[in-house]
C-alpha cells in the first residue's frame, strides 16, 4: 500500500483546509484508514479514524467539533476536513492504515503500518 497525502498549506487561524490522502491499492476499501500529525518538537499523535465501510468515525478530543473525516473508496481517497483551525493544529499531517480492521477504528498509532510521506499545515495566528 503506498499513501500520497496533500491539501497541506498556510492559513490563517479561523480557516480551513482539506487533506487528502490516496490510496495505490485495489483492496482500499478494505482497510480502515487514520490521520495523525506531529508538532514541532512534539509526538505524533492521533488526530481521526474512518471504518473501511465509513460507518464509524473517531476524533482526538481536541479537533473533535472542527474536524470531519471521510472517504471515497470508488477514488480510494480518504479525506480530512479541517475547520476553524487553530495555532495549535500547526503539524505534519500523516494518513495511515491499520494492520486490521477494528470497530471503532484504532487509535493506537502501533496498529498502523502502512504510512503516507506528510503533507505540512501551518496555521498563523
Known amino acids: 500500500v503506498q499513501l500520497q497525502a496533500s491539501g497541506g498549506g498556510l492559513v490563517q487561524a479561523g480557516g480551513s483546509l482539506r487533506l487528502s490522502c490516496l490510496a495505490s491499492t485495489l483492496i482500499f476499501s478494505s482497510y480502515d484508514m487514520g490521520w495523525f500529525r506531529q508538532a514541532p518538537g512534539k509526538e505524533r499523535e492521533f488526530v481521526s479514524g474512518?471504518?473501511?465501510?465509513?460507518?464509524?468515525?473517531v476524533y482526538a478530543d481536541s479537533v473533535k467539533g472542527r474536524f470531519t473525516i471521510s472517504r471515497d473508496n470508488a477514488k480510494n481517497t480518504v479525506y480530512l476536513q479541517m475547520n476553524s483551525l487553530k495555532p495549535e493544529d500547526t503539524a505534519v499531517y500523516y494518513c495511515?492504515?491499520?494492520?486490521?480492521?477494528?470497530?471503532?477504528?484504532?487509535?493506537?498509532?502501533?496498529?498502523?503500518?502502512?504510512w503516507g510521506q506528510g503533507t505540512e499545515v501551518t496555521v498563523s495566528s
Open positions: 474512518i471504518s473501511w465501510s465509513a460507518t464509524s468515525t
Open positions: 495511515a492504515a491499520p494492520r486490521r480492521k477494528s470497530y471503532p477504528p484504532a487509535r493506537n498509532e502501533g496498529e498502523y503500518n502502512y
